[in-house]
């Protein structure tokens, strides 16, 4: 199993970056799939999620507007497109998948976004 998080790096206030996980090693489509953000000397925190078939999203009430998660499941990848990133948006993010049938979990290793002007 494999979750790979790539699109990350340095962004300006106000500008936007793009975050793509791509999956391997499990059957993509019966996983929800979210993003997950840790700062400096913060707990983990959810960030987006998405379902199956993308029939549904939710968001933190953070990024609520500013953030879109999507997810392909022909290619097994999901993404976030972060627009109007503030400093607090800074940390690394992860991917999840949460398997519906085998409740099984599984993490990317990370990718760093670092706001800033």
């Known amino acids: 199993v494999q979750l790979v998080e790539s699109g990350g790096g340095w962004g300006q206030p106000g500008g936007s970056l793009r975050l793509s996980c791509a999956a391997s090693g499990f059957t993509f489509s019966d996983y929800y799939m979210s993003w997950y953000r840790q700062a400096p000397g913060k707990e983990r925190e959810l960030v987006a999620g998405?379902?199956?078939?993308?029939?549904?999203?939710k968001y933190a009430d953070s990024v609520m507007g500013r953030f879109t998660i999507s997810r392909d499941n022909a290619k097994n990848t999901v993404n976030l497109q972060m627009n109007s990133l503030n400093p607090e948006d800074t940390a690394v993010y992860y991917c999840?998948?949460?398997?519906?049938?085998?409740?099984?979990?599984?993490w990317g290793q990370g990718t760093q976004v670092t706001v800033s002007s």
């Open positions: 999840q998948a949460y398997g519906i049938l085998s409740r099984r979990t599984f």
């Open positions: 998405i379902t199956t078939g993308s029939g549904s999203t």
